[in-house]
């Protein structure tokens, strides 16, 4: 393998091909692609060879060894310690209501701190009043819209278990919310259509609808949420739609079997193919991380 000049190395490696260097080592970095591994020799000479894989997904644990920040996990957890701010995804009484979630018997299927900061980023983006989410479970992302939202602000929270419901509510009142989110307990979709309850009435002159709606409930009910969200959304407002890749399977041919998981979301794709521009305008981004390979889908109301 030819030498690699040490100029041309990533930072890391300039530091171990600096004189002195005595002890081998090899390090694997990620490139766009492929996985290079460079080789460092006794003699000062650095070799590389670019590895068959082609970095498509993040290297498992194992693949990476110590280099945990080729792992989307590690990445993400270097992206927290950068990030974090103080009275968002820094915030300790957030930390708390995961523990006690957990201590609660809560699944483990929070937003990650990544998502719930953007989450946050994108209400104060578009200068969201009021907030709709479908699935609160303990609340980390509803406390990350509250966060954002200003004092006179108001976040509704649909959650179909009493239990987590409950774990919900105490953690809203840990980290102080203002405004206080409002946590309707029962099934989304009843709730939504109820014809006598508060998501009853259309947007209308005195109700223009929710600026921002964050659907993470039941997978196979996304199609139904995507048609209360419509209704309930102000013209100019946004759902959001998380787990909208699941691993790839929302993916697969015309006329495959699709994954229950799946079903709703490519109906809602579907729809929107077939609305061609006319009432929304969406994107779906993939993304790796803590929690592997999903991502979310985001609708423009027209
Ligand atoms: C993925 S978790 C929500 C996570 C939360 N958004 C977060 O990031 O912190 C989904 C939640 O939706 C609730 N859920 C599932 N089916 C539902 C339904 N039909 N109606 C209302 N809530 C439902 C579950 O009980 C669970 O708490």
Same mark, same amino acid.
């Given at each position: 393998?030819?030498? /690699? ?5 990533p930072? #890391?490696?300039?530091a ?10 090899t390090?694997?970095?990620? !490139? ?9 020799h006794?003699?000062?000479? $650095?070799?590389?060879? $670019? ?16 280099? =945990? ?6 990445v993400d ?11 968002f995804?820094?915030?300790?009484a957030?930390?708390?209501g ?6 609660a ?18 209400t104060?983006? #578009? ?8 699935g609160?479970?303990?609340g980390?992302?509803t ?9 006179? &602000?108001q976040? *509704? ?8 419901? !409950?774990?919900?509510?105490a ?5 102080d919310?203002?405004?206080?989110? =409002?946590?309707? /307990? +029962?099934?989304?979709l *009843?709730?939504?259509? *109820?014809?006598a309850g @508060?998501?009853?009435?259309?947007? &209308?002159?005195?109700?223009p609808?929710?600026?921002? #709606?964050f #659907?993470d409930?039941?997978? *196979?009910?996304?199609?139904?949420y995507? @048609?209360?969200a ?6 100019? &407002? /946004?759902i @959001? ?6 691993g ?8 495959a079997?699709?994954?229950?998981d799946a079903t709703g ?11 061609? +521009?006319?009432? /929304?305008?969406?994107a779906a981004?993939?993304?790796v ?14």
């Amino acid at each position: 393998m030819p030498p /690699v000049s040490a100029g041309r190395l990533p930072r #890391v490696l300039r530091a171990a091909a600096a004189p002195a260097r005595r002890s081998l080592s090899t390090t694997l970095s990620a !490139r766009a692609d492929g996985v290079t591994q460079y080789t460092l020799h006794a003699d000062g000479k $650095v070799e590389h060879a $670019v590895k068959g894989t082609r970095l498509d997904v993040p290297l498992t644990r194992e693949q990476a060894g110590e280099q =945990t920040h080729l792992t989307a996990a590690g990445v993400d957890a270097y992206l927290t310690r950068k990030l974090a701010a103080p009275d968002f995804a820094a915030d300790p009484a957030l930390a708390r209501g995961l523990a006690r979630a957990d201590e609660a018997g809560l699944p483990r299927i929070a937003v990650t701190a990544q998502l719930g900061q953007f989450l946050a980023v994108l209400t104060k983006a #578009v200068r969201a009043e009021r907030v709709l989410e479908i699935g609160t479970l303990g609340g980390y992302s509803t406390a990350f819209f509250a966060k954002a939202l200003p004092r006179t &602000g108001q976040i *509704d929270t649909i959650e179909y278990s009493p239990a987590h419901a !409950r774990v919900a509510q105490a953690n809203f009142l840990d980290l102080d919310l203002f405004p206080f989110p =409002t946590v309707h /307990v +029962g099934p989304a979709l *009843d709730l939504l259509r *109820d014809p006598a309850g @508060v998501f009853a009435r259309p947007p &209308g002159e005195l109700d223009p609808g929710y600026d921002l #709606v964050f #659907v993470d409930a039941n997978k *196979d009910e996304y199609f139904e949420y995507f @048609v209360e969200a419509l209704r309930l959304t102000k013209s100019g &407002g /946004v759902i @959001v739609f998380d787990n909208a890749i699941r691993g790839g399977r929302i993916a697969v041919p015309d006329g495959a079997e699709v994954a229950s998981d799946a079903t709703g979301l490519r109906k809602i794709f579907d729809w929107i193919e077939e609305d061609a +521009g006319k009432t /929304v305008l969406s994107a779906a981004i993939q993304t790796v991380g803590d929690k592997s390979w999903d991502g979310f889908a985001i609708v423009y109301k027209n």
